[in-house]
């Protein structure tokens, strides 16, 4: 998997936990802000530069997923301003390039986008592929972060930022979408639960 680091400098880690951005931070030490850490860890690191940092998820919901992190301390996408257009661009550029050479010849599709609400602090864009053949995806949360609205495409967030001036996901009503029925994310077939879902959904790989 070529995940060579592409970026022409590498500078210091990110800001502190504490945040401008709006909202009280997380205390030191919070699972939370795990990512911050993760940032400044060369073994996690995929690609680096000036703006931004790709590391690979500690816990991929499928055969090829990634983390692409501002260096500045941006919390959440509600934070985000249209002075930040530029940044998101730059995000989505890098990360479709480091996936798209991860997956290389395998033929998988992918699909990048952030997370309507979010666990982890600090803003993070996903580049995953879309075989979810991965043992960490365990729970219906997990699934339906994924293939749900509440998976929000890279370029909807742009696009609202550019025309709105903002980005609020509120109207998706992200908790009713978690909670929805187990469904293939291919043929939209219903399955009872996830180890049915995960033997139902290889069936799909190589036709994604």
């Not at 945040?19 to 850490?37: Q, R, T």
Request: proline share 7%; net charge positive.
């Amino acid at each position: 998997m070529a995940t060579a680091r592409t970026g022409t400098k590498r500078p210091e880690g990110p800001p502190s936990s504490s945040s401008s951005s709006g909202g009280p931070p997380a205390k030191k030490g919070h699972w939370s802000l795990g990512l911050l850490d993760t940032m400044k860890d060369p073994s996690s690191q995929v690609y680096t530069d000036d703006r931004i940092v790709i590391i690979k998820d500690k816990y991929p919901k499928a055969r090829f997923h990634y983390l692409v992190l501002p260096r500045e301390q941006i919390a959440k996408l509600k934070t985000l301003k249209p002075s930040h257009l530029d940044l998101l661009r730059h995000m989505e550029e890098v990360g479709d390039k480091v996936i798209k050479e991860a997956i290389g010849e395998e033929g998988l599709t992918y699909r990048l986008g952030y997370h309507a609400v979010p666990s982890m602090s600090h803003l993070h864009l996903h580049a995953i592929s879309q075989d979810f053949d991965s043992p960490s995806l365990k729970t219906k949360k997990h699934w339906n972060s994924f293939t749900s609205a509440y998976f929000v495409d890279s370029k909807e967030v742009i696009d609202q930022l550019e025309k709105e001036g903002k980005v609020d996901t509120s109207s998706k009503n992200p908790d009713a979408l978690l909670k929805l029925p187990l469904r293939c994310h291919v043929c939209k077939l219903e399955l009872g639960n996830i180890p049915k879902l995960k033997a139902h959904i290889v069936k799909h790989i190589k036709k994604s």
